[in-house]
């Protein structure tokens, strides 16, 4: 069995922020594969057997069973490919990734993460069941992107600690995006939304860590969302009761903008 490796250059204004995107399945002549250091980014959304990464200096693997993220790497990463493997994945540019990630990504250097780690359990498991049911590569790498294009950050309306201009910047642009498609695709009964989560009870960034109390404090409700709240915003969005909801921007954040 060889391998099938499907890649698409995505549209404007994605093709700013990524090289390309990618379909790759299944069983590769080689079982690892060594990567570099290197000035871009990489994310994959695994549907098949986990795989493996080791990074840096680390002397043991980790599995990856819903995909993982890489941002510009100093160290070189070794990849273990199951076989027969499965997956979609983002080549990234140097400076692309930070409108995907709840973080800023310089947090993330050397450091590969689950995609549940960065986007929680509910919005990972819709994707990949998406994706794995999808009518081919081409459709798949098509929901893919659709996807890439409306994840957003209550940062955009409001930024309260330094540091987050650039990314604050890369999160309003979308707002723009959002409305803009909504009145360009309207006509063919395609609905264009924006859901911005505010802080979530993720493994980055837990309720009960160092940052939870003061960023509470800047909330009307108290607390973190957790990530059905997040999923439950795009259903609704997504599903026949948002039929006639277009180019809005939703605010999942307890009231952090308000």
Known sequence: MGVEYVSRVPRPPLDGLIDDLYYLAGTPPYPRLTLPPMPAALLIVNLGAPFRVRGGTDVETTG?????????????????????????????KPWGLAPFLPMPAAELRDRPVT????????AVADLRDRLATADGPHKMLALLE??????????????????????????????GLTKAL????????????????GATDTELNPADGPNAD?????????????????????AFLAGPDGRYVTGATVNVDGGFTI
């Open 182 to 197: 909504g009145r360009e695709l309207g006509g063919r009964a395609i609905t264009v939304n924006l859901v911005n989560p």
């Open 146 to 175: 659709e996807e890439l294009v409306n994840i957003g950050s209550n940062t955009a309306e409001r930024a309260v600690f330094p540091g987050f201009s650039l990314y604050a910047m890369s999160k309003t642009a979308l707002i």
């Open 214 to 234: 003061t960023i509470n404090g800047f909330t009307a409700l108290g607390h973190y969302a957790q990530p059905a709240d997040v999923a439950a915003a795009v």
């Open 64 to 92: 990856y069973a819903d995909g993982c993220v890489i941002t510009t790497p100093t160290r070189a990463f070794e990849f273990g490919y199951p076989r027969p493997t499965r997956s979609v994945g983002v080549h990234v």
């Open 115 to 122: 995609l549940e780690q960065v986007w929680g359990r509910p």
